[in-house]
């Protein structure tokens, strides 16, 4: 299994906008599917996106229209383009494989604020 290390996070304004990177210690080219979740404070994790091998993408309701997942196979990197951000979208965010399932990250924090 690959190890998985998130950045990009930080502090932004309502309406504003951020890349998440989840960058992986070996090759992600095999794994089938690749997802973000987000976890708020007293909140529980939740499943924001994910994107399979082939390129297809969904999303979470309160994020879809906003939120762009995609993958590097090259630079093994799966990113999170973060649109219209809001106060709701505050949470620390981390990526996961999916299909095959695989270890929870650190994670990195996204605090959306005026």
């Known amino acids: 299994q690959v190890q998985l290390l998130e950045s990009g996070g930080g502090l932004v304004q309502p309406g504003g906008s951020l890349r998440l990177s989840c960058a992986a210690s070996g090759s992600i080219a095999n794994i089938n599917t690749m997802g973000w979740y987000r976890q708020a404070p007293g909140k529980q994790r939740e499943w924001v996106a994910s994107?399979?091998?082939?390129?297809?993408?969904y999303y979470a309701g309160s994020v879809k229209g906003r939120f762009t997942i995609s993958r590097d196979n090259v630079k093994n990197t799966v990113y999170l383009q973060m649109n219209s951000l809001t106060p709701e979208d505050t949470a620390v965010y981390y990526c996961r494989t999916i299909l095959p399932a695989g270890s929870w990250g650190q994670g990195t924090q996204v605090t959306v604020s005026s």
């Open positions: 994107i399979f091998s082939g390129g297809t993408t």
